[in-house]
């Protein structure tokens, strides 16, 4: 079955870095993603990752992916006020088309 | 802006109406997704749409349909609408490769 989990809330120091999880339960996965939404606004793609790669940096933005365990996960570096935002992780499997099964999200809140 | 352009941004309307959600996907995107995201039960996909066909079924309640336009914006038709059906509803458009989806700034509903 396809279920992703999410812790629901972070709480982090401005300037500290973030790290938000993610598991996922189908091993069919064939790309990882990770979605940022703003009050009021829709989800924005922050970045995704293959299924063969462990790692993958962009900017502040490290994710990383532990096959095995069907773990994944989003580091922001040097985390902002304006990071504040809800989280979403999302799998899609090689047999669903490019359908996306999203987390419940994790709400991240960075205090200055 | 995303690309991705949904209509109306609000919508408040009585139990046992009709509604007509309306996405024009970002230009060359070939697929478009539907989302429902509410409290309870988070983002649900709900149907899948590439050029102008259905790809993919979710959670979409008989009482829900939606069509993709030879110009490939799509419309989502919600009718017998209950108070359970008060959500945001997202539209998504992808090029059809597994790169991740563009959102639209969503739809609100409101069933009173």
Same mark, same amino acid.
């Given at each position: 079955? %396809?279920?992703?989990?999410?812790?629901?809330?972070? @709480?982090?120091?401005?300037?500290?870095? @973030?790290?938000?999880?993610?598991?996922?339960?189908?091993? @069919?996965?064939?790309?990882? /993603?990770? /979605?940022? &939404?703003?009050?009021?606004?829709?989800?924005? #793609?922050?970045?995704?990752?293959?299924?063969? $790669?462990?790692?993958?940096?962009?900017?502040?933005?490290?994710?990383?992916?532990?096959?095995?365990?069907?773990?994944?996960?989003?580091?922001?570096?040097?985390?902002?006020?304006?990071?504040?935002?809800?989280?979403?992780?999302? %799998? @899609?499997?090689?047999?669903?088309?490019? $359908?996306?099964?999203?987390?419940?999200?994790?709400? #991240? $809140?960075?205090? !200055? | 802006?995303?690309?991705?352009? &949904?209509?109306?941004?609000?919508?408040?309307?009585?139990?046992?109406?009709?509604?007509?959600?309306? =996405?024009?996907?970002?230009?060359?995107? #070939?697929?478009? +997704?539907?989302?429902?995201?509410?409290?309870?039960?988070?983002?649900?996909?709900?149907? &899948? /749409? /590439?050029?102008? %066909?259905?790809?993919?079924?979710?959670?979409?309640? %008989?009482?829900?349909?939606? &069509?993709?336009?030879?110009?490939?914006?799509?419309?989502?038709?919600?009718?017998?609408?209950?108070?359970?059906?008060?959500?945001? +509803?997202? =539209?998504?458009?992808? !090029?059809?490769?597994?790169?991740? +989806?563009?959102?639209?700034?969503?739809?609100?509903?409101?069933?009173?």
């Amino acid at each position: 079955g %396809e279920d992703v989990e999410q812790s629901l809330f972070l @709480s982090v120091r401005e300037g500290d870095s @973030s790290v938000i999880n993610c598991t996922y339960t189908d091993s @069919s996965s064939t790309y990882l /993603y990770w /979605y940022k &939404q703003e009050p009021g606004a829709g989800l924005q #793609l922050l970045t995704y990752i293959f299924s063969n $790669m462990d790692m993958k940096q962009d900017q502040r933005l490290t994710v990383l992916l532990n096959k095995k365990d069907k773990h994944l996960s989003l580091r922001i570096a040097d985390t902002q006020t304006g990071d504040s935002a809800i989280y979403f992780c999302a %799998e @899609s499997m090689s047999n669903a088309g490019n $359908m996306l099964t999203f987390g419940g999200g994790t709400r #991240l $809140m960075v205090k !200055p | 802006d995303s690309g991705v352009t &949904q209509t109306p941004k609000h919508l408040i309307t009585a139990t046992g109406q009709r509604v007509t959600l309306r =996405c024009s996907p970002r230009s060359g995107d #070939l697929s478009v +997704y539907w989302y429902q995201q509410s409290l309870d039960q988070g983002l649900q996909f709900l149907i &899948q /749409y /590439y050029n102008g %066909e259905e790809r993919a079924k979710g959670n979409i309640l %008989e009482r829900f349909s939606a &069509q993709q336009f030879p110009d490939l914006h799509s419309e989502l038709n919600l009718s017998s609408l209950e108070l359970g059906d008060s959500a945001l +509803y997202f =539209c998504a458009s992808s !090029p059809g490769r597994r790169t991740g +989806y563009t959102f639209g700034s969503g739809t609100r509903l409101t069933v009173v």
